[in-house]
């Protein structure tokens, strides 16, 4: 097994290690601590995303965060003449992480502005009158645009888990010294939890969690695959699915969970072997492969919880 190291989208796993300096784990642990592995969800019955029933980076966020032991104060809401002092009087006090923002509406990225990009995470480390400076952990260091569109990003009107607009965190504070390990074992019992498939979050009507939901992929596949979805699952959706998996069997080996470590390995091999066939559109291999991965959720869920009790 080995670990893997490079480019990729993890942006709010990425945010929070920058948060968190030199007392931040491994991204892979921060990643696997967020609950971000286990399980897999094809929200309203559509969309699909290689993470768990009812799981958003929100709640994956807040997770991590406490389970590394910090806490910090998460502000949001108000209206856009508001926000930008809000961010202003926060950056006074330190680095801000905000978002969920939209990734398509960041000025300084290529082929922006495109309403609807995507949600996204960023360190903002200054705010005037005028501009943001920020750190953007998909491969934009120092990049500064107008506080205005930063603004009409950070609102996130396209997000569809957001409840509210403008969210930053900051004043983050170590409340505990907390081990990567400990933090790790500790989490499993909610990782056990993640992939029963959590029934007291909402979800939009139709949403699959599971197998259920591998199992209805598969089928859209095989009838046709919509054109959006086929484009999030190639440019996202496989790549941080196999991405996450991998970084949960390194951190499940190091937990000394080797039999769910090695479930959760062949998981991440399975998952990005999808990206050829969903690019060349063999959709009959990737029909299968999708068939083929759907029973090891609950697999990965008997190891885990056996190992809880030894």
Known sequence: MIAYNGSGPYCYT??????????????????????????????????PFFDPFGWDPEIGLDAAIAALGWTCERECGGSADEAPDRLRAACAWGP?????????????????PAAGGGDHYVVVLAADEDTVLLHDPQGHPYARLPIREF??????????????????RTRFTRVREVAAADALRESLPAAVRWLDGRQDLPVPPGTLGGADALAALADAVAHGLAPDVRALLAAFGI???????????VCLAESGLARAARVAARQAASVG????????????????GLRRLAPTYAELRGEIASALTD
């Open 273 to 288: 072997a999808l990206q050829y066939p969903l690019v060349v559109e063999d959709d009959a291999a990737l029909a299968a």
């Open 14 to 47: 990425h945010c929070l290690c920058m948060m968190l300096g030199s007392y931040a784990p491994a991204p892979a642990v921060v990643e696997t601590l967020t609950g971000s592995p286990f399980g897999m969800q094809l929200v309203a019955g559509e969309t």
């Open 96 to 112: 801000v992480l905000a978002g969920p923002l939209d990734l398509g509406l960041l000025t300084y990225r290529p082929g922006t």
């Open 239 to 249: 790549r941080v699915g196999a991405r996450r998996l991998n970084d949960a069997a």
């Open 151 to 168: 603004t009409t990003a950070w609102r996130g009107a396209s997000i569809a888990y957001l409840d509210a607009p403008y969210v930053l």
